[in-house]
């Protein structure tokens, strides 16, 4: 079966830190993948997605990039991080068909 | 532009009642409808989903849904909320055409659940 790992869960930074979030997926091969920020009392935004290795689109432009090394990793950065950036990050990943996506239980972000 | 409205950003039921959260999308054609929840803290979980066919749609946990499609609309309900169920939920489109599953959601409806 297949099953979505992202980490950390939760993560304190100061202002100006880098940021590196991973997001693995297991049991499927050439997922689209997909980071997702949800900022306190507000919706979801798509960050960023991938329908394969290196290809990225980006969503909202920001002080965040992603990045796709192999076909079932996909990773979230910044080099220097905001305020703006706290929120809670969700990975998550499809068939590429449109049906469903599949969440990962999501990274809580506090930039101070 | 595509879009989802939930109108409701908070709502307050007692426990045993009734509940229906609103959803209402504007998009080209008829697309493919969600309703996701999620727990405090925690990731997304789908309750349940529209692609075509019947209209009334069953998911997990006693929720059901219905398009109408005159309305625009795929509103979520349950005859008798249970404490478990005070969560955050979200409404979601994707073009049945897309091959890239890029979900637009609704902000979101804050159920709470008095005993």
């Known amino acids: 079966s297949q099953t979505i790992h992202q980490w950390p869960a939760t993560l304190v930074q100061p202002v100006g830190s880098p940021l590196s979030l991973e997001c693995t997926v297991e049991?499927?091969?050439?997922?689209?993948l997909y980071w997702y920020r949800q900022a306190a009392g507000r919706g979801l935004q798509l960050l960023f997605y991938s329908v394969g290795i290196g290809q990225i689109s980006s969503e909202v432009p920001q002080n965040l990039s992603a990045s796709r090394p192999q076909d079932r990793q996909f990773i979230l950065s910044s080099k220097k991080l905001l305020l703006s950036d706290s929120g809670f990050y969700l990975c998550a990943w499809s068939g590429g068909h449109g049906e469903k996506l599949f969440f990962g239980s999501g990274t809580q972000l506090s930039v101070l | 532009a595509q879009s989802v409205t939930q109108p409701d950003i908070h709502i307050t039921v007692s426990e045993g009642a009734s509940l229906e959260l609103r959803c209402n999308y504007s998009?080209?054609?008829?697309?493919?409808l969600f309703w996701y929840v999620q727990s405090p803290g925690q990731g997304l979980q789908l309750l349940l989903k529209y692609f075509s066919g019947d209209t009334l749609v069953q998911g997990i946990k006693g929720f059901e849904a219905e398009f109408k499609r005159s309305q625009s609309s795929f509103n979520l309900r349950k005859p008798s909320v249970h404490w478990s169920d005070a969560a955050e939920y979200f409404c979601?489109?994707?073009?049945?055409?897309?091959?890239?599953?890029?979900?637009?959601f609704g902000q979101g409806t804050t159920l709470q659940v008095k005993p």
């Open positions: 049991g499927t091969s050439n997922p689209n």
């Open positions: 998009y080209g054609a008829t697309p493919y």
């Open positions: 979601a489109v994707v073009a049945p055409s897309s091959n890239t599953g890029k979900l637009i």
